[in-house]
């Protein structure tokens, strides 16, 4: 690296607005957003928010509000089916070296972050220098970032570098063989071995550029900025209630983009036709509402509240008959955005905990005659109302190392569960229940969300458990406080879900992986065969023969037992008639600015 990133740091803050005065090229880029400030998309979550820093925001509705706010180096087409990788802030898709360990990335000239007082009345241009920096803030060891994974154990040098940063202190002022940023727009990446992901782990959230003077002036204790994003994107947060409402608004310094994408079935063609060559965003005002319960959201749909909203089960029978709009909806011009989501929906036992965590035949025992008991089709019809499919296994439908033909070798079978827990001596004691082998009471938790739907969740286990005499009690948490007790390794058993970052198996199978424990392994999951088939993936191109290493790793899964494979299910958007253009895409976490509105509706 030519120089440090302190010195780097100084001469970035201090020659921009020399800069824009020598560059009139650069002044013109600082257009005003074509938004419509009188255009407004009414949205809602069903669960709250966390915060906006990229680098510890780990929730899927925090990440829909920092694609917004926040720019990554590439993105996807809003319409290309399968999922089609595109430039961003970079110039053109990254040049790789012939051995596949070296990415060089050239970041567009004339993009500017959003204004704040701590530029002190200066436009901030982005730099390869960002990049590099906000790369960094995930593997910094004093971050403890729960995005790490995304470059942990992929990063040449990165070990040199922690070690040098323990030693001296320093940390981001240090040379990094690894993250090199040889001149303002440069920024190069080094690889330990081949990764053909690698462009995809770029597209996700979480590597979006920050300011390091915004971090530094806006930090928490823990060193994240959760309340003051200042990015680059299209829009800005304008109001911030936590868990109630969220407001963006269109942010000036915006460049704009002119919507160009060509349809990938005739179903595309009418957004085509209504959006082709517009500037956008069009919409001035994003105004987010947080409403945990599901009638609840259905009810200010239908009262013309909400322009937008997800559904799912019961308000799919109440709005959709066998996969399309029931036609008192149609008639009223409402519109239906469905795909089969890459997601998959699961329960795990944490492996560390002490009564259903470990190795041991007993344990196994346990957390597999729980699962015998469960029944996922029974869950998917009275729970989901049918609008999901059975997982067989850690991979979804529709991602690049999914196999069809798997099938799960976990029966559901109460008797047979039954007759493993009597076989390793969890006796039924004089209070009806089940006592663990070595006499002790015999109690499993379970977390739920403090919601309706988690009430169901919890009834529709515990009368799987009452049928194999296991006491079950649940304990009901908001979303954000559940997610922090998993990071920690400190609940029991729960429910999760992961939905692809990038369309590969890869993104799934880390979901267990050692080295991914209090970040995105919440079962605590620590196997050795395991850990070791999924890094010998990790230099494999998508092919049959990784695919058969995938098959064998959800084997593991299956015989350890520390998750139960549940579903992967269909996403359903409800749009009113004034939403133009809205398409549910499968990894962009946000469309509205990919959308128009007609005001006159």
């Known amino acids: 690296m030519k120089g440090n990133l302190s010195k780097q740091f100084k001469q970035l803050t201090g020659s921009v607005l020399l800069g824009s005065l020598l560059c009139s090229g650069i002044v013109s880029a600082w257009a005003v957003n074509p938004a419509d400030p009188n255009k407004v998309i009414r949205d809602v979550f069903p669960v709250a928010e966390t915060g906006f820093d990229p680098a510890a925001t780990h929730d899927a509705y925090s990440a829909r509000v920092n694609s917004a706010i926040f720019e990554n180096l590439f993105s996807y087409d809003y319409l290309a089916t399968p999922a089609k990788l595109i430039p961003n802030t970079a110039v053109a898709m990254p040049e790789v070296s012939t051995d596949g360990l070296t990415y060089t990335i050239k970041i567009k000239k004339g993009i500017y972050f959003a204004d704040d007082p701590v530029f002190k009345g200066q436009k901030r241009e982005l730099t390869a220098y960002d990049y590099a920096y906000s790369l960094k803030r995930l593997i910094d060891p004093n971050l403890h970032s729960p995005n790490s994974w995304l470059l942990d154990g992929r990063i040449k040098g990165l070990e040199a570098w922690v070690a040098l940063g323990k030693k001296n202190g320093k940390v981001y002022e240090n040379p990094f063989e690894g993250i090199q940023t040889p001149d303002r727009y440069t920024l190069i990446l080094k690889l330990t071995q081949p990764d053909q992901n690698f462009p995809m782990l770029l597209a996700h959230g979480p590597a979006a550029a920050v300011a390091r003077?915004?971090?530094?002036?806006?930090?928490?204790?823990?060193?994240?900025?959760?309340?003051?994003?200042?990015?680059?994107?299209?829009?800005?947060?304008?109001?911030?209630?936590?868990?109630?409402?969220?407001?963006?608004?269109?942010?000036?310094?915006?460049?704009?983009?002119?919507?160009?994408?060509?349809?990938?079935?005739?179903?595309?063609?009418?957004?085509?036709?209504?959006?082709?060559?517009?500037?956008?965003?069009?919409?001035?005002?994003?105004?987010?509402?947080?409403?945990?319960?599901?009638?609840?959201?259905?009810?200010?749909?239908?009262?013309?509240?909400?322009?937008?909203?997800?559904?799912?089960?019961?308000?799919?029978?109440?709005?959709?008959?066998?996969?399309?709009?029931?036609?008192?909806?149609?008639?009223?011009?409402?519109?239906?955005?469905?795909?089969?989501?890459?997601?998959?929906?699961?329960?795990?036992?944490?492996?560390?905990?002490?009564?259903?965590?470990?190795?041991?035949?007993?344990?196994?025992?346990?957390?597999?005659?729980?699962?015998?008991?469960?029944?996922?089709?029974?869950?998917?019809?009275?729970?989901?109302?049918?609008?999901?499919?059975?997982?067989?296994?850690?991979?979804?439908?529709?991602?690049?190392?999914?196999?069809?033909?798997?099938?799960?070798?976990?029966?559901?079978?109460?008797?047979?569960?039954?007759?493993?827990?009597?076989?390793?001596?969890?006796?039924?004691?004089?209070?009806?229940?089940?006592?663990?082998?070595?006499?002790?009471?015999?109690?499993?938790?379970?977390?739920?969300?403090?919601?309706?739907?988690?009430?169901?969740?919890?009834?529709?286990?515990?009368?799987?458990?009452?049928?194999?005499?296991?006491?079950?009690?649940?304990?009901?948490?908001?979303?954000?406080?559940?997610?922090?007790?998993?990071?920690?390794?400190?609940?029991?058993?729960?429910?999760?879900a992961w939905i692809a970052d990038y369309p590969d198996a890869d993104n799934f199978m880390q979901l267990f992986y050692g080295k991914n424990v209090n970040v995105t392994n919440n079962a605590c999951f620590k196997h050795p065969e395991f850990d070791r088939l999924y890094e010998q993936t990790q230099s494999m191109p998508a092919s049959p023969e990784r695919d058969a290493i995938y098959r064998k790793m959800s084997r593991i899964l299956e015989v350890n037992m520390p998750v139960l494979m549940l579903y992967s299910t269909y996403r359903n958007v409800l749009s009113q008639p004034r939403v133009i253009g809205y398409k549910n895409h499968p990894i962009l976490s946000s469309e509205w600015m990919y959308i128009d509105i007609d005001s006159k509706k």
């Not at 509240?305 to 799912?312: A, K, P």
């Not at 009430?455 to 954000?480: G, T």
């Open 213 to 496: 003077e915004v971090i530094e002036k806006y930090r928490n204790k823990a060193g994240f900025a959760m309340d003051k994003p200042v990015g680059t994107g299209p829009y800005l947060l304008s109001r911030w209630t936590p868990g109630s409402r969220i407001i963006l608004k269109a942010s000036p310094n915006y460049r704009s983009f002119v919507w160009n994408f060509k349809a990938s079935s005739s179903e595309d063609q009418p957004i085509v036709d209504a959006l082709q060559g517009k500037k956008m965003p069009q919409i001035g005002t994003i105004d987010i509402r947080v409403i945990e319960e599901a009638q609840s959201r259905w009810l200010a749909f239908n009262k013309n509240e909400l322009d937008m909203t997800e559904i799912d089960g019961d308000m799919v029978v109440q709005a959709l008959e066998n996969g399309l709009l029931k036609p008192s909806l149609k008639q009223k011009g409402v519109q239906l955005s469905r795909i089969t989501d890459p997601l998959i929906g699961y329960h795990y036992w944490n492996m560390q905990n002490p009564v259903v965590g470990g190795f041991s035949k007993e344990k196994i025992a346990l957390r597999r005659a729980m699962a015998m008991a469960y029944s996922t089709d029974n869950m998917i019809s009275v729970l989901l109302k049918g609008d999901a499919n059975k997982l067989q296994m850690p991979v979804p439908p529709g991602v690049v190392g999914y196999s069809p033909d798997y099938k799960s070798s976990i029966p559901y079978s109460v008797k047979a569960a039954n007759m493993l827990l009597d076989r390793y001596q969890y006796k039924v004691g004089a209070d009806g229940w089940r006592r663990q082998p070595d006499g002790k009471p015999l109690e499993i938790e379970l977390i739920v969300g403090n919601t309706s739907r988690g009430q169901q969740q919890a009834e529709f286990w515990k009368k799987a458990l009452d049928n194999i005499q296991i006491k079950m009690v649940s304990k009901a948490m908001p979303f954000a406080e559940a997610i922090k007790l998993e990071k920690q390794c400190k609940t029991m058993f729960k429910s999760s």
